[in-house]
């Protein structure tokens, strides 16, 4: 049940629904910076897992990063077959890790980064 007092995150969206029941983005108190970005893979408990990472300075103007890795998982038992997805990890600042996470019992297809 919904409680008017409940304050209620939303990954993603950045989003938070006060007590008012108005709708409010954070503001953005960061100003780009250069810096340089990468990314990287790795199992961690048989799970995929990317990591990305931005230092100041660099070539690119970055304000938040973060790690996408794309991972595939066999369905079916006639007709079995690959579905791929993406998992996105948390917008991370400059200076700060992000790191994404394949569910157990699917693989790692892919991995990149994406800044803003």
Not at 54 to 73: D, F, Y
Request: net charge positive.
């Amino acid at each position: 049940m919904f409680s008017p007092m409940r304050r209620t995150v939303l990954p993603g969206l950045a989003l938070i629904l006060g007590a008012s029941g108005a709708l409010a983005a954070p503001s953005q108190a960061q100003a780009s910076v250069p810096a340089s970005c990468s990314v990287s893979a790795q199992l961690n408990l048989g799970r995929g897992e990317a990591t990305s990472y931005c230092v100041s300075p660099g070539p690119l103007n970055v304000n938040e990063h973060r790690a996408v890795i794309k991972c595939t998982v066999e369905r079916g038992r006639g007709n079995p077959h690959d579905i791929t997805f993406s998992v996105w990890g948390p917008w991370a600042g400059v200076g700060k890790k992000s790191v994404a996470r394949c569910p157990f019992s699917s693989s790692t297809a892919g991995f990149s980064y994406e800044k803003r």
